[in-house]
Every structure is written in structure tokens, then in C-alpha cells.
């Protein structure tokens, strides 16, 4: 009891920690110094994410155990089919490349839509539809393949994860950067809106060369799963 004790104290002090840093680079690479928002304000757009992010996750994984019969077996059919092909045909270059470019276009788009007054709406919508399909997935795959689709999903998933990250840190700056706007043409607050573009188009830039990193590591998952798993 104390050595668990002691565990969930340790996970404690390290979740302040990892959550003290998101919080200095978001206030960093879109607060600076220019920008009258205040930590809470900060802090209370990162806790809706987080339990967007969360309850659209589980809803996610939920809604595979309500689906009619039918519907579970499109389910496993499609999985089955997937990962069948999957081994018999290698890894697929071409297919990560096209992730890239879906998740490059999506992540581009969040971003124009951020510099407009109903981007913090859009992204919003492309964050919970991206949180629940990740849900969805990784719930799917356990229930096709059982006790072995735990492992599997958890490998297969890392780069979906990732993506899932990449999204929210867009969309945090998308909705941050559509409410300044909002504040700046109706309420007339004053901000630097020339030093702020360019550290979203920091953000921008940094996300799409994430989305190029988590390529890569879509392509060694695809490896390792080919290895470890037997479909």
C-alpha cells in the first residue's frame, strides 16, 4: 500500500511538471509579451481540450459496444481484412504518404481557420471527431483480435497518437489566435498582431514538421507490428 502510495505520489509530481511545460510553450509561442490573457484564461483552454480530448476518446470506445451485430461484424471484417493485407503485402510507403498529406492538409486548414473568427468552432469539431475515431480504432482493434488486440493496439496506435497530439497543439493555438482576433476587430483590445502571426506561423511550421516526423514513425510501428504479430 505505501510502495503504491509512493507511485501515485511520484505520478503526481511529475504530471505538475509535464503540465508546467505545456504551459510555458504555450505561453511562449503564442502569449509573449504583447498579450493581455491571463494564466487561467490559458489554463481553462487547455482543460477543455484535455476533457474534449478524453470524453471524445471514451465515447469512442464506447460506441463500438453499442453497435447492432452486423455492424461489429463490418467491424471485425474490416480489421481483419486490413491487417490481412497488411502482412501479406508489407509495409506500405505509399499509404503513410498519404497519411501525411491527409493529416499535413488537415492540420493546414485548422490553421486558416484560425485566423478567422469561427475557427475556434472548426477546430473544436476536427479535435473531437479526431479524439473519437482514435477511440474508435484503438477499441476496434482489441475487439477484433482480443486479449492479443490490447498489444497490438498499443503498438499500432503510437503514431495515431502522436497525430492526436500534433492536433491538439494546433488547435489550442487555432482557437487561441480566433478569440484574439475576435477581441481585436469587436472589442478593440490592443494586441501585436504582426508579432502573434508570426509565432503562430511558428506553430503552424512546427506541427507540419512533426506530422513529417510522425511519418516516419508511422513506417517503423508498420515494421514492428509486421514482426511481432502473426495476422
Same mark, same amino acid.
Given at each position: 500500500m505505501i510502495h503504491l502510495f509512493i507511485n501515485y505520489k511520484t505520478f503526481v509530481e511529475k504530471s505538475k511538471i509535464i503540465y508546467g511545460i505545456v504551459f510555458e510553450v504555450?505561453?511562449?509561442?503564442?502569449? $509573449?509579451?504583447?498579450?493581455?490573457?491571463?494564466?487561467?484564461?490559458v489554463r481553462r483552454l487547455l482543460l477543455v481540450l484535455v476533457l474534449v480530448l478524453l470524453i471524445s476518446?471514451?465515447?469512442?470506445?464506447?460506441f463500438v459496444g453499442?453497435?447492432?451485430?452486423?455492424s461489429k461484424k463490418i467491424i471485425i471484417d474490416s480489421i481483419s481484412n486490413y491487417f490481412s493485407n497488411f502482412n501479406n503485402n508489407g509495409i506500405s510507403v505509399k499509404s503513410c504518404f498519404n497519411q501525411f498529406l491527409v493529416d499535413a492538409l488537415l492540420y493546414i486548414f485548422v490553421s486558416i481557420m484560425g485566423i478567422s473568427i469561427v475557427g475556434w468552432g472548426v477546430s473544436l469539431i476536427v479535435f473531437t471527431l479526431k479524439s473519437f475515431l482514435a477511440g474508435f480504432?484503438?477499441?476496434?482493434?482489441?475487439?477484433?483480435? $482480443?486479449?492479443?488486440?490490447?498489444?497490438?493496439?498499443?503498438?499500432y496506435m503510437?503514431?495515431?497518437?502522436?497525430?492526436?497530439?500534433?492536433?491538439?497543439?494546433?488547435?489550442?493555438?487555432?482557437?487561441?489566435?480566433?478569440?484574439?482576433?475576435?477581441?481585436?476587430?469587436?472589442r478593440k483590445?490592443?494586441?501585436?498582431?504582426?508579432?502573434?502571426?508570426?509565432?503562430?506561423?511558428?506553430?503552424?511550421?512546427?506541427?507540419?514538421?512533426?506530422?513529417?516526423?510522425?511519418?516516419?514513425?508511422?513506417?517503423?510501428?508498420?515494421?514492428?507490428?509486421l514482426r511481432l504479430f502473426n495476422f
Open positions: 504555450a505561453k511562449y509561442y503564442l502569449l $509573449g509579451e504583447n498579450m493581455k490573457i491571463g494564466k487561467n484564461k476518446f471514451i465515447s469512442g470506445i464506447l453499442v453497435l447492432n451485430g452486423d480504432l484503438f477499441c476496434s482493434i482489441i475487439y477484433t483480435y $482480443g486479449f492479443k488486440g490490447i498489444l497490438l493496439s498499443i503498438v503510437v503514431p495515431e497518437f502522436i497525430s492526436l497530439f500534433l492536433c491538439f497543439m494546433i488547435c489550442y493555438y487555432a482557437i487561441s489566435f480566433s478569440v484574439i482576433l475576435y477581441k481585436y476587430v469587436f483590445n490592443e494586441y501585436n498582431i504582426k508579432n502573434i502571426m508570426a509565432k503562430y506561423l511558428r506553430v503552424v511550421l512546427i506541427s507540419l514538421g512533426g506530422v513529417l516526423l510522425n511519418s516516419i514513425i508511422r513506417v517503423l510501428v508498420s515494421y514492428i507490428v
